[in-house]
């Protein structure tokens, strides 16, 4: 059974503080995402990785960055937390397609942020 | 950048068919188009795949038109579990990032 676990459900955190968030997938995918979801606009992607390494800006990057040291681990840092940023992150991960560029995306749970 | 248009939401009852449509009007020529599905407090299921004309699966139908400035996913009999969100996901005009719409809220009633 494929997985995509995210290292929390919930998080509390305050103002100004240096926020991580962890994904992880056991599907060898090379391609990981990380978008958030917010009422009324949707998923919008944060940051996506075709490999280890690798990192592109999607559509929304401004006060995250991301890592990716192993091809399983797709991390999303929050430098400064900032209200504006509480929100669900959700995590997929999918197979790099060679003819389409992405296949099914496969999503974690989330995990609900709130910033004090 | 390309974008995709849906309703913001839809009502049904149980056993009838739904018809979600989606525009994307700037899909490039290698674009496909994909829908997902999403419970609350769940992330978005893959549901079905196309690139032209129909696709059916178990779930669910995908129709394409010719031009593919728009794509219709198709419930049939739908039941108070397919209660969900529907999003239409496009490739960004031949770029390699996926844009997912707001999302259509279907509501089943009994």
């Keep these: 059974d494929v997985k995509v676990t995210q290292s929390s459900r919930y998080l509390v955190k305050r103002t100004g503080e240096k926020v991580f968030l962890e994904c992880v997938q056991d599907m060898d995918h090379e391609n990981m995402f990380w978008y958030r979801q917010d009422p009324g606009l949707g998923l919008r992607l944060i940051y996506f990785s075709y490999d280890v390494k690798m990192k592109e800006k999607g559509d929304i990057p401004e006060g995250y960055s991301v890592s990716r040291e192993k091809k399983e681990r797709f991390s999303l840092i929050l430098e400064s937390a900032s209200t504006n940023q509480t929100s669900m992150y959700l995590c997929a991960s999918s197979r790099r397609d060679r003819v389409r560029g992405f296949d099914e995306q496969f999503f974690g749970p989330g995990t609900r942020l709130t910033v004090l | ?110």
């Excluded at chain 2, 699966?57 to 219709?72: G, H, Q, Y």
């Excluded at chain 2, 719409?101 to 009994?110: A, N, S």
């Design chain 2, 1 to 110: 950048l390309a974008k995709t248009t849906q309703p913001i939401s839809m009502d049904s009852y149980e056993g009838q068919e739904v018809n979600i449509t989606c525009s994307h009007n700037n899909i490039a020529t290698n674009d496909y188009i994909t829908w997902y599905q999403q419970f609350p407090s769940q992330g978005p299921r893959f549901i079905i795949q196309g690139y032209k004309t129909k696709v059916t699966n178990e779930v669910a139908s995908l129709f394409i038109p010719a031009d593919r400035k728009s794509s219709t996913l198709s419930l049939p009999r739908v039941s108070l579990s397919d209660t969900a969100v529907y999003y239409c996901l496009v490739g960004d005009g031949g770029t390699d990032k996926l844009i997912f719409g707001t999302g259509t809220r279907l509501q089943v009633f009994p």
